[in-house]
């Protein structure tokens, strides 16, 4: 990605470098097929102000320098057109808003509507534990309920389903994670390839059970704890083997 590095301990991060990997990230989105035409939108936090693609521009088109800006604190969900009379923010910002507030933490946000993740969505509650892989995620990852698109219900439910994970499903829409490292950067590639794990997930999930008269055999909890145990224990947190 970027050759600079991340400044001195403590900097805020250069905001023009967090601008061109949001548009990096948002087109990856589309090449790697975790979104099909402006069908996601991806965020970046530096300081109290986050980053997000515009609505209904198509990625190739992203300007890094006119993506719209919102304030974290102090000010309404919706901020309406960009300082500069630019582009909309996406319809999900108060998604975006929501997740940073209640995860401070959080330095990125990817959502997409990926279509093995959106398919699992409409089918459980929970996406069955088919792989440890999900450790990585937290644990066993949960499935918001549905809600309307662009909604602050939308953003509660989500929120709350992200409890004590990285990443979840909304109910016939698609999925969510988020990074946290503290580079904005470095979190967005996180978030990036939480997601694709996460859809790798459901796509096993939708491939075992689908072998007729047979049904994939799950992880216990207690196995899924063990392997958040064993990742704490080993390099970078939330790096699966
Ligand atoms: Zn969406």
Same mark, same amino acid.
């Given at each position: 990605?970027?050759?600079?590095?991340?400044?001195?301990?403590?900097?805020?991060?250069?905001?023009? !470098?967090?601008?061109? +990997?949001?548009?990096?990230?948002?087109? !990856?989105?589309? *090449?790697?097929? @975790?979104?099909?035409?402006? /069908?996601?939108?991806? /965020?970046?936090?530096?300081?109290?102000?986050?980053?997000? $693609?515009?609505?209904?521009?198509?990625?190739?088109? @992203?300007?890094?320098? +006119?993506?719209?800006? *919102?304030? @974290? $604190?102090? !000010?309404?969900?919706?901020?309406?057109?960009?300082?500069?009379?630019?582009?909309?923010?996406?319809?999900?910002?108060?998604?975006?808003? +929501?997740?940073?507030?209640?995860?401070?933490?959080?330095? *990125?946000?990817?959502?997409?509507?990926?279509?093995?993740?959106?398919?699992?969505?409409?089918?459980?509650?929970?996406?069955?534990?088919?792989?440890?892989?999900?450790?990585?995620?937290?644990?066993?990852?949960?499935?918001?309920?549905?809600?309307?698109?662009? $909604?602050?219900?939308?953003?509660?439910?989500?929120?709350?389903?992200?409890?004590?994970?990285? +990443?979840?499903?909304?109910?016939n829409h698609g999925t969510i994670a988020l990074g946290e490292e503290r580079d904005p950067v470095r979190a967005l590639e996180r978030a990036l390839e939480r997601t694709a794990q996460l859809e790798w997930m459901c796509r096993v999930w939708l491939a075992a059970s689908s072998v007729p008269g047979r049904a994939p055999a799950l992880l216990p909890g207690a196995e899924i704890d063990r392997v958040i145990e064993r990742?704490?224990?080993?390099?970078?947190?939330?790096?699966?083997?």
């Open positions: 990605m970027e050759e600079r590095t991340e400044g001195p301990a403590g900097a805020e991060p250069d905001p023009a !470098r967090v601008r061109r +990997a949001v548009v990096e990230v948002a087109r !990856r989105t589309v *090449a790697d097929g @975790l979104v099909v035409g402006t /069908s996601g939108n991806v /965020s970046a936090r530096v300081g109290d102000t986050i980053v997000i $693609t515009p609505s209904g521009v198509p990625y190739e088109r @992203l300007d890094p320098a +006119a993506l719209p800006t *919102a304030a @974290l $604190t102090g !000010r309404p969900a919706h901020e309406g057109p960009g300082e500069s009379g630019g582009p909309v923010p996406s319809s999900e910002l108060p998604l975006h808003l +929501a997740v940073y507030r209640a995860r401070p933490e959080a330095r *990125a946000v990817v959502h997409t509507h990926a279509v093995h993740a959106t398919a699992v969505s409409t089918l459980v509650e929970e996406v069955p534990a088919v792989h440890y892989a999900c450790a990585a995620l937290g644990g066993p990852i949960r499935v918001a309920p549905y809600a309307t698109y662009g $909604t602050e219900r939308l953003a509660l439910v989500t929120v709350e389903a992200l409890r004590d994970r990285t +990443a979840c499903l909304l109910a990742l704490r224990g080993y390099g970078q947190p939330g790096d699966a083997a």
